[in-house]
């Protein structure tokens, strides 16, 4: 008997025109049957995945309706990351989903997050790491059901202060 397929854990996070969602589910790069499917009202995934090579399946409905023709994902080893276009721009919604429902499996990207009326600079370098996700994604024509974008791993090559040599101890 097959064993029933688990939720991944998804992050998310937005701003006014798009949606950045990551589904994390190791090696889902390596299935070539994995199936994504985006419409303008929902997101599916099912595929196989990490250490034990588990099913995984998840279900969104989306809070309002999104782009998908200008909607772009990306499989890495770490999971997949979608940069999904809304349909309106405009004010934040107030969750991801439809229904007003906690899932456990659905999580804050705190990593991409950004509230609507936030403006110093550590926002412009968040702001500037997306578009240079964006702007990876799109090099190779990475659009929704492609799956062979360029890798995200080097995303996190920036230095930051905390990163500089610190001084031999006497």
Not at 68 to 87: P, Q
Not at 140 to 154: E, F, H, Q, V
Request: hydrophobic fraction near 30%; aromatic fraction near 8%; glycine fraction near 6%.
């Amino acid at each position: 008997m097959a064993d029933k397929p688990v939720a991944p854990a998804v992050y998310w996070a937005q701003r006014d025109d798009v949606l950045i969602l990551t589904i994390q589910v190791e090696d889902i790069d390596r299935d070539k049957n994995r199936k994504v499917t985006l419409n303008e009202k929902s997101l599916s995934f099912s595929g196989k995945g990490g250490a034990e090579n588990k099913d995984y399946h998840c279900d969104i409905k989306f809070f309002k309706e999104v782009n998908v023709e200008d909607s772009k994902y990306n499989a890495t080893a770490r999971g997949l990351k979608f940069l999904i276009k809304k349909k309106e721009k405009g004010p934040y919604w107030t969750r991801l989903t439809e229904d007003k429902v906690k899932l456990h499996w659905l999580r804050t990207d705190f990593s991409y997050w950004k509230d609507e009326d936030d403006s110093d600079d550590e926002d412009q370098q968040r702001d500037a790491n997306l578009e240079k996700l964006m702007a990876q994604m799109g090099e190779s024509g990475g659009g929704l059901g492609d799956g062979d974008a360029p890798s995200m791993d080097d995303l996190d090559d920036e230095k930051d202060s905390d990163d500089e040599e610190l001084p031999d101890l006497e």
